[in-house]
């Protein structure tokens, strides 16, 4: 075509990253009895030739990948022998990431990430791009897809100058302190100077300090703290801002990311008071987003979490963003009918569910609180389903359904159930009609 703009190639540096990670996946990969086994000359070995091996693969597929918009398309070429044109409709595009791995922040580089509607996975991620091209590219397809209002598409090209200032209304800033802390005051660190304290003594007592057995040991220890020291990596210098796209979302240690949440995609509100962090009077908030991919196998990368650590002062001010007039302390909540103690004997006081203007509440937990707040609009399906023992107590649990999940309001009157049932699916048939 004669007005189509020439492919761009990813940096080229793209291939000394990828060949790195590929370096920690192959150390990784080697169990240390291997190493024990054929020893550390072999082992260096193996390590260099399957790394050296994964550089030319990566160079080959450096060269063969390209990407260019062509109206309101994105299309990436890739393959050698097997050549893959994936056209991305532009229309379809929820959000845009911008993610910076700790070795692409060394080398300042950065990896676009995609998010369509109805997509499995992260769509034709670009790894890797200059931190000032994958944040112009970042804008352009942004507005192409007419996520930014007020701007029209336009024909511009991704320079490599300064990145853009990035626009929108700060909310709110995690401080890295109380991060921390919340993350020490989690079960896993709780009990691990108990944990190591056994081991110990455990070693002692057997007189059995082999170097395949201290190994071990520790790779089980780490298993054991992983979610914790992720959850501070990931959320470090955690930034909120309101643009005309949505919720910009910015944060990450060793990797930092930048994410926009559209609002108009937004399924449910949730709220959870952990046990540890109640003394504090800390909660987190999460999100559930349609079109975002839910089989991912790294959760990070989904915009799910919306407030890491904060308090209900905070929580509120961002509630109230996300979902405009809905107040977080008066939201009503009517518990179930005494008898349902029969099936939670222990947490049946804590459970709860209630009708507000907008939203549709839910509370359960007993050790971990949570609330779940769905707006009328975003529900797709109501079912009330009843078990063997429901029925004998004349009880039932209704289930609103949303595109990405959902709340569940257990174990209430069965009258209530089916006025409570009919109730939502009017109100969201009359939500859905406003909108």
């Not at 062509?70 to 532009?90: C, K, N, Q, S």
């Not at 802390?181 to 190591?196: N, R």
């Not at 801002?241 to 060793?254: P, S």
């Amino acid at each position: 075509m004669p007005n189509e703009e020439p492919r761009q190639r990813l940096h080229p540096l793209s291939p000394v990253l990828h060949g790195a990670k590929s370096l920690i996946v192959v150390i990784a990969g080697l169990s240390w009895s291997t190493l024990s086994r054929v020893g550390f000359g072999w082992f260096a070995a193996m390590v260099v030739v399957l790394a050296l091996g994964a550089t030319v693969l990566a160079v080959v597929s450096w060269w063969n990948t390209g990407y260019h918009i062509v109206g309101r398309e994105l299309r990436v070429h890739e393959g050698l022998l097997w050549r893959r044109t994936r056209a991305i409709p532009l229309e379809r595009l929820q959000a845009v990431e911008v993610v910076r791995p700790l070795l692409a922040q060394l080398t300042g580089l950065a990896e676009l990430r995609l998010e369509v509607v109805g997509g499995g996975k992260t769509e034709a991620p670009l790894a890797y791009l200059g931190v000032a091209e994958a944040a112009a590219l970042r804008q352009r397809l942004l507005t192409v897809a007419g996520r930014v209002p007020g701007q029209p598409p336009g024909p511009e090209v991704a320079t490599a100058g300064p990145a853009p200032e990035l626009s929108g209304r700060e909310l709110h800033a995690v401080r890295n302190p109380d991060l921390l802390a919340s993350q020490l005051l989690t079960p896993q660190a709780f009990l691990l100077p108990f944990g190591v304290a056994f081991v110990v003594a455990q070693f002692l007592s057997e007189d059995s300090w082999s170097f395949i057995a201290v190994a071990s040991t520790l790779t089980a220890m780490a298993g054991i703290v992983l979610q914790p020291v992720r959850r501070v990596l990931d959320d470090w210098n955690f930034r909120l801002a309101r643009e005309a796209a949505g919720l910009r979302v910015r944060n990450g240690l060793l990797e930092t990311r930048m994410q926009t949440v559209p609002l108009d995609r937004v399924q449910m509100v949730g709220v959870t008071w952990p046990l540890l962090w109640r003394w504090k009077g800390w909660l987190r908030l999460r999100l559930e987003v349609a079109g975002y991919s839910s089989g991912e196998p790294d959760d990070r990368n989904r915009p799910d979490r919306l407030l890491p650590v904060g308090d209900l002062r905070t929580a509120e001010m961002i509630v109230a963003e996300v979902l405009p007039r809905v107040r977080l302390t008066t939201l009503p909540l009517v518990p179930p009918p005494a008898r349902a103690r029969w099936l939670r004997p222990l947490s049946a006081r804590m459970l709860g569910a209630g009708l507000g203007e907008q939203v549709f509440t839910v509370r359960s937990g007993l050790l971990t609180r949570q609330l779940a707040i769905v707006p009328y609009a975003r529900i797709q399906s109501v079912r009330v389903v009843q078990g063997p023992a429901q029925r004998r107590l004349r009880l039932a649990t209704v289930h609103a359904d949303t595109a990405s999940g959902g709340a569940v309001a257990y174990h209430r009157d069965l009258a209530e159930s089916w006025a409570l049932a009919a109730e939502l699916t009017a109100r969201a048939h009359a939500a859905r009609r406003r909108h």
